[in-house]
Every structure is written in C-alpha cells, then in structure tokens.
C-alpha cells in the first residue's frame, strides 16, 4: 500500500513539476524566425500586451516633457501610472503564457517606474529622473530584442 502511494506522490510532483515549467518558466513560445523567442498568444491577448508597451512608449514621452519642464508632478503621475499598480490589470491567462524572463522584464519595468515616481516626488531633481529612465530603457530594449509576438493558430 505504501509503495502505491509513493508511486502516485512521484506521479503527481512528476506532472506538476511539468506544468509549473511549462506555465511559469517557459511560458507559451516558439523559435521566432527572426531568431527571436516568440510567445504565442491569442489575438486578445496579443492586443492586451502591445496596448501595455504602447502605453509605456507614451509615458515615456511624458515623462521626457516633465524633464524639459521640470514639472516633477506630471513627471511623477506619469511613472506611476504604469508602475505595480497597472500590473494587476494583467489577466493570469496571459501571464502564465509569457516566458519567465520575460515575466521578470515586465515586473521590474514596472518597479522602475514605481522608482521613478517615488524619487520624482522625493527629490526634484529632473536629471535623476532622466538617468532612471535611460536606466529603465535597457529592460524594453532587452525584451524586443528578446521577444516577438505571434498570434495562435485557429483550428
């Protein structure tokens, strides 16, 4: 009885152990054949993901004119509001399809941002600000020349 159950305990760990790579450090992805890692996702989810790095390449430029205007409060406004709080607007469908790498790209993205907003308000110093920001830049940088999107095939 005993040597059954350890059986099925191995079993179980063996098929969790598989999933829990699959969804959290693989992701959904296939060889891209730009050489690139693409991850596949549905047009929803495709949509979602390109509305959130859009919305990042948007702040961006805000944060760039509070720079030139030295307007800490828009500067700040305009970090957080793509810090960790626009994280949970990330559907764990979509998150459980994404590579962890990529997972960990987007988390710190965000963190950055969050630190920008935070030292924007703390210390008034726009120079600050546009050093975080180049900083933050290497994260979208590394991921688009990591990553691609390709849409599911229908059936």
């Avoid at 296939?30 to 050489?35: L, P, W």
């Avoid at 690139?36 to 805000?62: G, P, S």
């Avoid at 970090?79 to 960990?104: I, N």
């Amino acid at each position: 009885m005993c040597k059954k159950c350890w059986f099925t305990v191995f079993v179980l760990f063996a098929v969790l152990s598989g999933v829990a790579y699959k969804f959290i450090y693989q992701g959904n992805t296939v060889e891209g054949s730009d050489g690139r890692t693409a991850v596949v996702l549905n047009a929803a989810e495709k949509d979602l993901l390109l509305t959130e790095m859009r919305t990042f390449l948007t702040v961006v430029q805000q944060i760039t004119t509070a720079v030139t205007k030295e307007d800490m409060q828009l500067l700040a406004d305009s970090a957080r509001s793509v810090g960790g709080v626009a994280q949970a607007a990330v559907p764990a469908s979509l998150s459980a399809k994404l590579p962890l790498e990529f997972k960990r790209l987007g988390f710190d993205t965000h963190s950055q941002f969050d630190m920008v907003a935070m030292d924007a308000e703390q210390l008034g110093d726009p120079q600050h600000s546009l050093k975080q920001l180049s900083n933050l830049m290497k994260n979208c940088l590394a991921c688009h020349a990591t990553y691609r999107v390709q849409l599911e095939e229908t059936k």
